[in-house]
T-cell receptor
Framework: RKEVEQDPGPFNVPEGATVAFNCTYS??????FFWYRQDCRKEPKLLMS???SGNEDGRFTAQLNRASQYISLLIRDSKLSDSATYLC?????????????FGTGTQLKVEL | DAMVIQNPRYQVTQFGKPVTLSCSQT?????MYWYQQKSSQAPKLLFH???????NEADTPDNFQSRRPNTSFCFLDIRSPGLGDAAMYLC?????????????FGPGTRLTVL
């Protein structure tokens, strides 16, 4: 079983739609989680941190279910500029630093 | 603006010819990381430096080495690149390990091996 699993998509949605991505992780001891966004041929950029039961930032809502080892990202009122790959990331501590374990990403295409 | 800078952005090398990728940061973070991201795959941590302490991932091939001469700079050396080493190499930095610390990524170096 992969450490972090995501549906690769692509999700093709019309502008203004609500879309949800799911992610599962295998290590029940994991404590912190992120959603990163990656545009084509660019570096990953932090979209949201996911703490405790989840959090909201504008049109974006992240939820965490520790019992089910499940993380979700909800995007409301999708914009064309939301088109990207969304990476689910589990954060762990290693050798004084942090080890980010990435899922393979879910591709979103927002269309007119 | 404080940032993570990678040079070059694109690197072409020949099979077996050593190559060095560079990363610098103005964030004054004490942890620097190197990731490898192959096409359509997730970024994969190769190793990181916590200050001067080098931490290698168990499955990182010996072909990959790193140097950190000072806080600001970190280098990735590929001693004998193979065709399978063609990838985007991402440098990232963070403050010392705390479970909620964010990592800041540079723009990456795209390596082509001929």
């Amino acid at each position: 079983r992969k450490e972090v699993e995501q549906d690769p998509g692509p999700f093709n949605v019309p502008e203004g739609a609500t879309v949800a991505f799911n992610c599962t992780y295998s290590n029940s001891a994991s404590q912190s989680f992120f959603w990163y966004r990656q545009d084509c041929r660019k570096e990953p950029k932090l979209l949201m941190s996911v703490y405790s039961s989840g959090n909201e930032d504008g049109r974006f809502t992240a939820q965490l279910n520790r019992a089910s080892q499940y993380i979700s990202l909800l995007i409301r009122d999708s914009k064309l500029s939301d088109s990207a790959t969304y990476l689910c990331v589990v954060n762990g501590l290693t050798g004084g630093g942090n080890k980010l374990t990435f899922g393979t990403g879910t591709q979103l295409k927002v269309e007119l | 603006d404080a940032m993570v800078i990678q040079n070059p952005r694109y690197q072409v090398t020949q099979f077996g010819k050593p190559v060095t990728l560079s990363c610098s940061q103005t964030l004054n973070h004490n942890v620097m990381y190197w990731y490898q991201q192959k096409s359509s795959q997730a970024p994969k941590l190769l190793f990181h430096y916590y200050d001067k302490d080098f931490n290698n991932e168990a499955d990182t091939p010996d072909n990959f080495q790193s140097r950190r001469p000072n806080t600001s700079f970190c280098f990735l050396d590929i001693r004998s690149p193979g065709l399978g080493d063609a990838a985007m190499y991402l440098c990232a930095t963070s403050r010392s390990g705390h479970i909620y610390n964010e990592q800041f990524f540079g723009p990456g170096t795209r390596l082509t091996v001929l």
